[in-house]
Antibody
Framework: EVQLVESGGGLVQPGESLRLSCAAS????????MSWVRQAPGKGLEWVAN????????NYVDSVKGRFTISRDNAKNSLYLQMNSLRAEDTAVYYC???????????WGQGTLVTVSS | SYELTQPPSVSVSPGQTARITCSGD??????AYWYQQKSGQAPVLVIY???KRPSGIPERFSGSSSGTMATLTISGAQVEDEADYHC??????????FGGGTKVTVL
């Protein structure tokens, strides 16, 4: 059974940093592109970043470029999102998601809440 | 930037048909996908590549696409279908985009 379990969320002040983690199991982690998707309170879903199987390619939504860094450790079956210079508008539930063989998501974690507030 | 537009809400009586639309300029050339998200839960894929239904998704869920509009249809809506539904697609530049979501109320 595929499982994605996020951790690392919490309450931080504007300008601070946070690192999210996603522990994957039930599939060959190193064979799939992975992604982070977020959802602000009461809002729709927003793709944030993705990373190739070997970590050699990374893509970001414009609003987080230069502030967020996606990475992975295939030996630990783990995905990460380093978030720096956090802003109030980054407040959201952050989901770890696995792509199918195509560019859509077939598995999602339960999400971790990040709140940026003074 | 590319946008997918959905109605904010749709209401349907139990047993009736609900149709949720998603419009986007790239949809004539790009597939649409649909996710169901119940309150407090992660999204679940209910339709992929415009019309295909993943295993385990009830047959009452179907998808179609014509021109710049994709449609998710729930035929014979059940109370348990009450949820937010999000369309998703990719534009010609590879940008991955979700619609704003549609809240489906069954009452």
């Amino acid at each position: 059974e595929v499982q994605l379990v996020e951790s690392g969320g919490g309450l931080v002040q504007p300008g601070e940093s946070l690192r999210l983690s996603c522990a994957a199991s039930g599939f060959t982690f190193s064979s799939y592109w992975m992604s982070w998707v977020r959802q602000a309170p009461g809002k729709g879903l927003e793709w944030v970043a993705n990373i190739k199987q070997d970590g050699s390619k990374k893509n970001y939504v414009d609003s987080v470029k230069g502030r967020f860094t996606i990475s992975r450790d295939n030996a630990k079956n783990s995905l990460y999102l380093q978030m720096n210079s956090l802003r109030a508008e980054d407040t959201a539930v952050y989901y770890c998601a696995r792509y199918s063989s195509g560019w859509y998501f077939t598995y999602w974690g339960q999400g971790t809440l990040v709140t940026v507030s003074s | 930037s590319y946008e997918l537009t959905q109605p904010p809400s749709v209401s349907v009586s139990p047993g009736q048909t609900a149709r949720i639309t998603c419009s986007g300029d790239a949809l004539p050339k790009k597939y649409a996908y649909w996710y169901q998200q119940k309150s407090g839960q992660a999204p679940v894929l209910v339709i992929y590549e415009d019309t295909k239904r993943p295993s385990g998704i009830p047959e009452r869920f179907s998808g179609s696409s014509s021109g710049t509009m994709a449609t998710l249809t729930i035929s014979g809506a059940q109370v348990e279908d009450e949820a937010d539904y999000h369309c998703y697609s990719i534009d010609s530049d590879g940008n991955q985009v979700f619609g704003g979501g549609t809240k489906v109320t069954v009452l």
